[in-house]
């Protein structure tokens, strides 16, 4: 699961350090509901370390997200990062190590399938992971002005987009409302060489990979592959064993 093949380079983004700063900086002093402020880490205080050390690579990131899902299904999850502590040292910044880009279903939070904490991921979620400007938009930001290196394509077993888009195409029929955006979207990955569930469950790959592509080609995220600096993956989780596994 996860193999590590991506090569081992620090991410670093190039964008101008006053608006880094200001990006990174959103919404530290917000206040909460009736206006009282949100209770921030006294200036004095030390940001608590991860253990283990924060993944600063594509191939460290890949690790650590097998091991929280190797933990995650076999029952020894460690809920990391959720102290006091850690809850301070975020009302000062964020540094994510990966952004996963996965579906809306309730059974697949990223957080849980790769037992992860506070500040740890970066998760953008749409039904089927379908793109659009303000998903590759959000990509875009946790890779430009957050520096991480490395973003997980997550698809899953039984996914009810891409089965709502499969039976679209067989039916003819238009889905209500904005659900046919989304199957718009799904239908150029459908494979037809498949019937029934097989035809469901080979587009949910094919579906990962194209939009892994589609990222992947993106000017600015091209970029930051070609030096190695980031990497952009497929993967799939399955419900049946709570496994994630790479596609590409």
């Given at each position: ?14 964008t ?13 002093g ?6 009282a ?43 990391p ?18 952004v ?21 991921l970066?998760?953008?979620r749409?039904?089927g ?18 520096g ?30 904005h659900i ?36 992947a ?24 064993t709570q496994?994630v596994?790479?596609?590409?």
């Amino acid at each position: 699961m996860f193999p590590s093949v991506i090569p081992d380079t620090d991410a670093s983004p190039h964008t101008a350090p006053a608006r880094r700063a200001l990006l990174r900086g959103g919404l530290v002093g917000a206040v909460a509901l009736g206006g009282a402020p949100l209770t921030a880490a006294p200036a004095s205080a030390t940001p608590a370390p991860r253990t283990p050390a924060r993944p600063t690579t594509a191939a460290e990131a890949l690790r650590e997200l097998a091991a929280g899902n190797r933990r995650w299904r076999t029952f020894r999850e460690r809920h990391p990062d959720e102290t006091p502590a850690v809850r301070r040292s975020l009302t000062q910044g964020q540094h994510p190590f990966a952004v996963v880009l996965g579906c809306i279903d309730s059974r697949v939070p990223p957080e849980l399938v790769f037992d992860q904490g506070l500040g740890d991921l970066m998760t953008v979620r749409t039904a089927g992971e379908v793109l659009d400007e303000a998903v590759l938009g959000s990509v875009a930001y946790g890779v430009l002005e957050l520096g991480i290196p490395l973003v997980v394509v997550l698809g899953h077993q039984s996914c009810g987009a891409v089965r709502a888009a499969v039976e679209a195409d067989l039916s003819g029929e238009r889905l209500p409302a904005h659900i046919q955006y989304l199957a718009d979207r799904i239908r150029p990955f459908i494979d037809r060489t498949k019937e029934g569930d097989a035809r469901v469950d080979a587009t949910v790959d094919a579906n990962v990979l194209a939009v892994r592509s589609l990222l992947a080609a993106e000017p600015d995220l091209a970029a930051k592959i070609t030096d190695g600096e980031l990497a952009v993956v497929g993967a799939r989780y399955e419900l049946t064993t709570q496994a994630v596994h790479r596609l590409d």
